[in-house]
């Protein structure tokens, strides 16, 4: 831990960015973190609410003469996305995060930051700890397991807010305000199979591929960037090991979270020893491949095959094809732009996870759209893919986009903010990525609403950061917002 972060401007954001950094808050873990949000409210002899879905919810009344502008919800979500180099022995359960001043950026060390949403929630805390800051009424929402599925937004209930305008603080570029965003589904894939013993043939070998190094990435944020994922290109080698060698896949496993892009896939196979030195040619003439198509983006990129012990099991030659085929025919990536924005991603997918148990292929997938007909013909598509190869295939976790409102009062009144705080205009953008403010909205007709935040690379992934001086530009609009909201009609 670098103690010189408790330095950086603003300090009283850095002051609990650090804090909750030693406080683990891995997506299905956050017992810690709810109770160290709920002590800081208490402590405050603030209102602190824990409701049905383990949301956090804190109210502070107005500041004095303020009584009467429109009540505030100060909205980010307190779980992060746990994933760490090989190279590192981290425990996000327990372990704390391990941040560091980089030149102009916070990084973590070997894992991810948590600056989503640590930056955001930090701030919140900042909000209402401050004596000095002029503002309305305010609750504070502090979702629950954002990142695995927005199980907190999902499980909020109508009545428990108060507000009649939401902010929130899960957006990731400095300059931007964000008036919409994508919705989801959860496309779950399942190959059955029944296990048998394998016994050898005379001169057969086994090797375990692995295919690393990659940048991975947030799979909203990230997925129009052409970073390689890692279980495509990995059955991308296999469908060419099976039909050139012979070879016989024993085991997956490929990706870690839903909404990340797999950076690392592991996959052992069998083939005859006579065909090992053709074979490790084929690798290493895929690597190359791999880096002339993408070495400009994957610098660290990492192919190699090595021999191990043969295995006890093969998955069924027509499981193992079927899978095959259908991976490799599997969508992934950005499927359409926004006509209207096409500069915009509107629907994509993201091949998660792909994994191998005993008789059992789990294939995990999120389809991402700001349109509702297109996110689900997308995942239409997607089922039509793997039923053919005999997969059970089934939706789970849907969740609306949030559709833009051009007449919105809170973004009409950031735009004029804006520009007095940071001297320039802001971008007014539409957001690939999933945000709360879908479901909230949903369950809130008429809350009027806009995200905003600093500028964090790489989120989801052990290269993410966040950039020190659009923390204090952040900070300064989200304080100049609260002391400018308009009192109710």
Known sequence: MDNKITSLQPQAVWKYFNAICQVPRPSGHLDKITEYIMGVGRSLGLETILDKAGNVIIRKPATPGMENCKPVILQGHMDMVPQANKSVNHNFETDPILPRIDGEWVSATETTLGADNGIGISSILAI?????????????????????????????????????????????????????????????????????????????????????????????????????????????????????????????????????????????????????????????????????????????????????????????????????????????????????????????????????????????????????????????????TFALAGARVEFDGAYPGWEPNFKSDILNLMKKIYPRVTGKEADVKMMHAGLECGIIGANYPGLDMISFGPTIKHPHSPNEKVEISTVETFWKLLVAVLENIPEKD
Do not use: W
């Not at 929402?141 to 599925?149: K, M, P, S």
């Not at 990435?217 to 890692?230: C, E, F, P, T």
């Not at 950076?263 to 690597?287: G, N, P």
């Open 128 to 384: 209402l700890e401050s004596k000095e800051i002029q503002h309305g009424p305010i609750e504070a929402l502090f979702t629950n397991d954002e990142e695995t599925g927005m199980y907190g937004a999902i499980g909020l209930e109508p009545g428990e807010l108060q507000g009649e305008i939401l902010l929130n603080t899960d957006s990731e570029q400095d300059g931007e305000l964000y008036m919409s965003c994508a919705g989801g589904v959860d496309v779950n894939v399942e190959f059955k199979y029944k296990e048998e013993a394998y016994t050898p043939v005379a001169g057969e070998i086994a090797l375990k591929l692995t295919l690393g190094g990659l940048h991975g990435g947030h799979s909203g944020v990230d997925i129009h960037l052409g970073r390689m994922n890692a279980n495509k290109e990995m059955f991308r080698f296999l469908k060419e090991a099976v039909s050139e060698y012979g070879a016989r896949l024993a085991h997956y496993n490929g990706g870690t979270l839903r909404n990340a892009i797999p950076r690392e896939a592991e996959a052992v196979v069998t083939i005859l020893s006579e065909d090992k030195t053709d074979f490790m040619a084929a690798v290493d003439e895929f690597f190359s491949t791999l880096r002339r198509e993408y070495g400009f983006i994957e610098d660290r990129l990492v192919f190699k095959a090595e021999e191990i012990s043969l295995p006890k099991t093969l998955l069924p030659e027509e499981i193992q094809d079927d899978l095959i085929n259908a991976v490799v025919a599997c969508h992934n990536g950005v499927y359409r732009m926004i006509p209207d924005a096409p500069e915009v991603v509107e629907t994509s997918s993201n091949l998660s996870i792909v994994r191998t148990s005993e008789g059992l292929v789990e294939i995990q997938i999120l389809v991402r759209s700001s349109s509702e007909t297109m996110k689900m013909a997308l995942a239409s598509e997607l089922e039509s």
